[in-house]
């Protein structure tokens, strides 16, 4: 069974631009989560959606934006990219909101 | 605000021995606890859970003791083996809420 999957894998961006991953659930879960990681500390949360409605979102601004669609994939926009957004960015994906969270292997952004 | 803490960044275990790894919350509220295990490059993986109503989860090597009056868990991985040489984060959940991680300890199993 394929496992939570995201793309890119890898990113480079400059500083204004604008930047949209990918995370495809694993199959049936219908709820998916996004986190930040910084280097050297754990991941912060980002945004919750489930059944395509959002359910949470954590302490970031307004330039992070999220959707999910009706077949359970979400993607994370970022706009006017800032050097502090490098981060490897982490989807997880649970059957329902809540319970054992699935993470994907990320897609690590760097902005220049 | 960190709501989970790992205080300790590093820990190195000679290989057969045990391993043991501390987190702190803050937030009583908290009423799930996880550990996951991170290798480079690859997203976290779960590896065992502890419900606020229980004081201890076993799953094979690995037991996740809490202790709710200290607001404190810690798990314990015997015997150490060189592949559990991967950082080891703390989170925590409230209800059906997203989850609180800590920083992270980077466990070292010298053979």
């Known amino acids: 069974d394929a496992g939570v999957t995201q793309s890119p894998t890898h990113l480079i961006k400059t500083r204004g631009q604008q930047v949209t991953l990918r995370c495809s659930p694993i199959?049936?879960?219908?709820?998916v989560s996004w986190y930040q990681q910084v280097l050297g500390q754990g991941p912060q949360f980002i945004f919750q959606?489930?059944?395509?409605?959002?359910?949470g979102r954590g302490n970031f601004p307004d330039r992070f934006s999220a959707r999910q669609f009706p077949n359970y994939s979400s993607e994370l926009n970022v706009n006017a990219l800032l050097l502090g957004d490098s981060a490897l960015y982490l989807c997880?994906?649970?059957?329902?909101?809540?319970?054992?969270?699935?993470f994907g292997s990320g897609t690590r952004l760097t902005v220049v | 605000d960190q709501q989970v803490k790992q205080n300790s960044p590093s820990l190195s275990v000679q290989e057969g021995r045990i391993s043991i790894l501390n987190c702190d919350y803050t937030?009583?509220?908290?009423?799930?606890f996880l550990w996951y295990k991170k290798y480079p490059a690859e997203g976290p993986t779960f590896l065992i859970s502890?419900?606020?109503?229980?004081d201890k989860n076993e799953d094979g090597r690995f037991t996740v003791f809490l202790n709710k009056s200290a607001k404190h868990l810690s798990l314990h991985i015997v015997p150490s083996q060189p592949g559990d040489s991967a950082v080891y984060f703390c989170?925590?959940?409230?209800?059906?809420?997203?989850?609180?991680f800590g920083t992270g300890t980077r466990l070292t199993v010298i053979p």
């Open positions: 997880a994906s649970s059957p329902q909101g809540a319970g054992g969270y699935t």
């Open positions: 199959s049936g879960h219908k709820s």
């Open positions: 959606y489930y059944e395509k409605e959002e359910r």
């Open positions: 937030n009583s509220m908290f009423d799930y």
């Open positions: 502890i419900s606020s109503i229980k």
């Open positions: 989170a925590a959940r409230a209800g059906a809420n997203n989850l609180f």
